[in-house]
């Protein structure tokens, strides 16, 4: 195992680097006996001062996250921390860090650590203490289509369950009214609109996983238009076939209707 963490008294990159993934280290090894499998995102956080700001971005590789996330994984895996294979790393410069995040005296930085298993959702992360398991937000951006909105903001645990599909208000096949949150418009401006189904799909909050499901409905399977979910890890494409069984959407993931229309979901 190489050493991240050698003293460097100096205020420089290097110093910088090690102080980072010191105090992530510190705060990965909480995640013992088994929590580490709950982690879904790391979110770090550097407010540094204007003339620092150029050692920060250097010490981070400049913001690519990619490298930043290998050395934070070798740690995890350094010391047995049994992490998930598709946990994210966020990196955010900011003014002032954020309140309720993990903080270190060492550097002008700060972590949040977004939990995604129903054991992070238990009650133990109290107020301020930097871990979120049903508190977090999550956006869902149209990427391709033409919905009423460019973006819905879904809410962990106060978000029950948002019904998509062609035209805002329609009537059910069994003769119900049905009301489609995230609504695309049959218009005639928007040719594409008219693949999507007026019951094509559904998210819902499922509080035993902490995470958004969705849900193909009648409209979005076979023989019916198609609904897919794109992976962001290795982009593999996940086809719903069933009504009753739901997808838990992860960091990035894209929700394809009908090869018409793709929504990004992403969690803030």
Same mark, same amino acid.
């Given at each position: 195992?190489?050493?991240?963490?050698?003293?460097?008294?100096?205020?420089?990159?290097?110093?910088?680097?090690?102080?980072? %993934?010191?105090?992530?280290?510190?705060?990965? #090894?909480?995640?013992?006996?088994?929590?580490?499998?709950?982690?879904?995102?790391?979110?770090?956080?550097?407010?540094?001062?204007?003339?620092?700001?150029?050692?920060?971005?250097?010490?981070?590789?400049?913001?690519?996250?990619?490298?930043?996330?290998?050395?934070?994984?070798?740690?995890?895996?350094?010391?047995?921390? /049994?992490?998930?294979?598709?946990?994210?790393?966020? %990196?955010?410069?900011?003014?002032? %860090?954020?309140?309720?995040?993990?903080?270190?005296?060492?550097?002008?930085?700060?972590?949040?650590?977004?939990?995604?298993?129903?054991?992070?959702?238990?009650?133990?992360?109290?107020?301020?203490?930097?871990?979120?398991?049903?508190?977090?937000?999550?956006?869902?951006?149209?990427?391709?289509?033409?919905?009423?909105?460019?973006?819905?903001?879904?809410?962990?645990?106060?978000?029950?369950?948002?019904?998509?599909?062609?035209?805002?208000?329609?009537?059910?096949? /069994?003769?119900?009214?049905?009301?489609?949150?995230?609504?695309?418009?049959?218009?005639?401006?928007?040719?594409?609109?008219?693949?999507?189904?007026?019951?094509?799909?559904?998210?819902?909050? /499922?509080?035993?996983?902490?995470?958004?499901?969705?849900?193909?409905?009648?409209?979005?399977?076979?023989?019916?238009?198609?609904?897919?979910?794109?992976?962001?890890?290795?982009?593999?494409?996940?086809?719903?076939?069933?009504?009753?069984?739901?997808?838990?959407?992860?960091?990035?993931? #894209?929700?394809?209707?009908?090869?018409?229309?793709?929504?990004?979901?992403?969690?803030?």
């Amino acid at each position: 195992m190489f050493d991240f963490f050698k003293k460097n008294s100096k205020l420089d990159a290097k110093g910088i680097r090690d102080a980072v %993934l010191q105090f992530i280290k510190e705060e990965l #090894q909480q995640l013992d006996g088994g929590e580490g499998t709950s982690l879904q995102t790391i979110s770090l956080f550097v407010s540094p001062a204007e003339e620092e700001k150029f050692l920060y971005e250097a010490a981070l590789y400049n913001g690519d996250t990619d490298r930043l996330r290998s050395d934070i994984q070798r740690i995890a895996d350094n010391f047995a921390l /049994d992490l998930p294979g598709d946990w994210q790393l966020k %990196l955010q410069f900011e003014d002032e %860090l954020p309140a309720g995040i993990l903080r270190t005296n060492e550097i002008k930085a700060g972590l949040k650590l977004i939990m995604s298993a129903a054991q992070a959702a238990s009650g133990s992360e109290a107020a301020g203490s930097g871990y979120a398991a049903a508190t977090f937000n999550a956006t869902l951006k149209i990427l391709k289509g033409k919905a009423e909105k460019d973006e819905y903001v879904l809410k962990a645990g106060e978000t029950k369950r948002l019904n998509i599909g062609r035209e805002a208000q329609i009537q059910a096949n /069994d003769g119900s009214m049905r009301i489609n949150h995230i609504a695309f418009p049959e218009n005639p401006a928007y040719e594409s609109n008219k693949y999507i189904s007026r019951q094509h799909a559904h998210i819902e909050w /499922d509080a035993a996983s902490a995470s958004f499901k969705l849900y193909a409905d009648e409209g979005g399977v076979p023989p019916g238009n198609k609904t897919k979910i794109r992976n962001a890890q290795d982009e593999s494409v996940n086809k719903l076939n069933s009504t009753v069984v739901g997808y838990p959407l992860k960091d990035r993931d #894209q929700v394809i209707l009908g090869d018409a229309a793709i929504l990004e979901f992403t969690i803030s």
